[in-house]
């Protein structure tokens, strides 16, 4: 099931960010993005765990980032801490999803230490089986949870800009898988790809 490929996502890429070095704060600039708190209040559950989902892939494999999470923390804790944070302070609608992200991440105590482990460099987290289980809606939150952290942290991978809208990247990555959501078919031989290395290939 999914969820249970959520949770192996989660320690997986705890895993690969490991030991590495931490990263800077977001400027004011960098904060402002349509996906903000009342982004998040607008969306469903699973559509929010997407969106963080897909930030995630990009933090720790794109941005590199430090490991943020205990690895066995699941993806609805991260979404009910994300929802308390938006929820205690109304004040903190406009600040964008990264910046909740890091600022949530910031406040847990007792964040564990991975051991050092080295992943392939094209294991990139999710991929066309995770892509084709997803409704529209949860793929668009993906790719607009990806967006953003490339959006945040672009001098990282300045090589890739995403100038085109979310939208039009789930077209451009279903077209690439070749997914037909009708019958659920996808390429068998791209689905093993990672969405973010699918992401990286139709950018431009």
Not at 7 to 35: F, T, Y
Not at 164 to 179: A, L, N
Request: aromatic fraction near 10%; charged fraction near 20%.
């Amino acid at each position: 099931m999914r969820v249970d490929r959520i949770a192996i996502c989660m320690i997986s890429l705890a895993i690969a960010s490991s030991g590495l070095a931490s990263s800077p704060a977001l400027s004011s600039a960098q904060q402002d993005d349509v996906s903000d708190g009342r982004w998040w209040t607008r969306h469903s559950s699973n559509e929010r765990g997407d969106f963080v989902a897909g930030w995630m892939n990009c933090y720790y494999f794109d941005h590199r980032g430090p490991f943020l999470w205990a690895s066995d923390i699941s993806m609805d804790s991260v979404v009910n801490l994300l929802s308390h944070y938006y929820e205690s302070d109304s004040a903190r609608l406009s600040a964008s999803l990264s910046h909740a992200i890091l600022a949530v991440a910031s406040l847990r105590d007792g964040v564990s230490t991975l051991p050092s482990a080295v992943r392939p460099p094209e294991d990139r987290g999710w991929d066309g089986l995770d892509w084709k289980q997803m409704s529209g809606g949860e793929q668009l939150a993906y790719v607009e949870g990806y967006m953003q952290c490339h959006q945040s942290f672009a001098f990282t991978v300045p090589h890739v800009r995403f100038a085109r809208t979310p939208g039009d990247y789930v077209r451009r990555t279903s077209m690439w898988y070749r997914f037909d959501r009708q019958t659920g078919d996808i390429d068998g031989d791209r689905e093993s790809t990672s969405i973010g290395a699918v992401l990286h290939r139709v950018a431009h």
